[in-house]
């Protein structure tokens, strides 16, 4: 009984505390304080709808409605101009209303594991977004006016239906995360050395004809995946990409000649067809 007791005084501490960081996990509580509402926090519910009341929360900073079955967003979504953080993970969505755009304030929006067949051009009005995830969709391309995020540092496109990338894909060039794999690909921009900042480049299991030269120059490059991408040779010019650490390739795909300048820091990791998933940590 007074295990019991400690245990129910711990949750209701700890309800207190989240409601005074202004974190609400239900929409009736939620409405009970709106003005004081931050977070809205209402995942793994089975949620199939959200009702029409996020106009009544005018400082709402972060909404996660991941895990649920949600199919659309309300008409009061356009209402929260303070939102920073949005995550619909794992939903049922179609369609995202092209009033996204007008929430200039976002620098993370998650839209992965949907079942998502375009974005409205209007995503990419957003100047501040930093991550864009959209994993595990039905995608078939990305906005043409993609390169208006000029702050974007994350994009997961991977597990979608891609069969070209837009060409100002390489206008994002704060851009440190790149993960295009398991999709339909057949080119990469000739261009995509203009994305100096690009760190981790994942292109694997896609139709590539061959990789950019220009990749050489993305010289803070660190880890790219090129298994069963497509592509069977790998350009020489990549020996001489000095953060280079990590080249992951199958055993189709001829590498290139490691320089003797960097030659100790680099791995090239060939995975055979029954390794197991996942074979690099990023994947998890």
């Not at 949005?86 to 998650?110: A, C, H, M, Y």
């Not at 994993?135 to 974007?152: H, I, R």
């Not at 339909?184 to 000739?190: A, I, N, Q, T, V």
């Amino acid at each position: 009984m007074k295990s019991f007791l400690l245990i129910l005084l711990a949750f209701c501490f700890t309800f207190s505390s989240e409601a005074r960081q202004g974190t609400y996990t239900s929409w009736e509580e939620a409405l009970a304080a709106p003005a004081q509402v931050r977070v809205i926090r209402i995942t793994y519910r089975f949620l199939d709808s959200i009702p029409d009341v996020l106009d009544q929360f005018p400082n709402l900073e972060e909404l996660n409605l991941s895990h649920n079955r949600i199919r659309e967003l309300p008409p009061s979504f356009v209402a929260c101009k303070k939102l920073v953080r949005l995550n619909l993970f794992q939903n049922r969505l179609t369609e995202i209303p092209t009033t996204i755009g007008e929430l200039k304030l976002l620098e993370s929006v998650s839209l992965s594991h949907n079942l998502l067949r375009e974005l409205p051009e209007t995503i990419c009005f957003l100047p501040r977004l930093k991550d864009l995830f959209l994993t595990g969709n039905l995608l078939q391309s990305l906005p043409a006016n993609l390169g208006n995020l000029k702050n974007l540092q994350r994009l997961r496109a991977n597990v979608n239906n891609l069969i070209t990338l837009p060409s100002s894909i390489t206008q994002l060039t704060m851009l440190k995360t790149l993960d295009l794999s398991n999709n339909k690909l057949e080119y990469l921009p000739e261009d995509m050395g203009r994305m100096s900042n690009l760190q981790f480049l994942y292109v694997g299991r896609n139709a590539l004809k061959q990789l950019p030269l220009s990749l050489s120059q993305c010289r803070k490059l660190q880890e790219l995946d090129a298994v069963r991408c497509g592509a069977l040779m790998l350009p020489e010019t990549l020996a001489s990409l000095p953060n280079l650490e990590r080249v992951y390739i199958d055993d189709h795909t001829i590498p290139f000649y490691p320089d003797p300048a960097y030659a100790r820091f680099q791995q090239i990791i060939v995975v055979g067809r029954d390794d197991q998933y996942p074979y690099r940590g990023s994947q998890y």
